[in-house]
C-alpha cells in the first residue's frame, strides 16, 4: 500500500490492520470511506480556474444544421 493510501484506510481499519481476520463487509466499508475522505480533500481545494475545457472551439450544431447533414446524407444513398 501506498503511503497516502494507508492513511486514509487507517482512520476506518485501524494502525496495523489484519485484512486476512477482517469481514469483507468491514474493508468494503474502510475503503468505500476512504475513497469519500480522498474526494473530500481533494475537492476542498476548490475550483480550479486555470482548467478550461472547450468543444475545440466548435460550437453546437443547430437543429437546421443537422437536418442539412441529414437531407444531404440520405440523399446519397440512393
Not at 503511503?3 to 468491514?26: C, M, R, W, Y
Not at 474493508?27 to 481533494?42: H, R, T, V, W, Y
Amino acid at each position: 500500500a501506498t503511503e497516502d493510501g494507508q492513511k486514509a484506510i487507517t482512520p476506518f481499519v485501524g494502525q496495523n490492520p489484519d485484512f486476512d481476520i477482517l469481514p469483507s463487509h468491514t474493508i468494503d466499508a474502510a475503503f468505500a470511506g476512504a475513497s469519500e475522505l480522498i474526494k473530500q480533500q481533494n475537492n476542498a481545494k476548490g475550483i480550479r480556474s486555470g482548467i478550461k475545457t472547450t468543444d475545440f472551439g466548435r460550437a453546437a450544431p443547430t437543429p437546421a444544421e443537422i437536418n442539412k447533414r441529414n437531407r444531404e446524407f440520405w440523399t446519397n444513398q440512393g
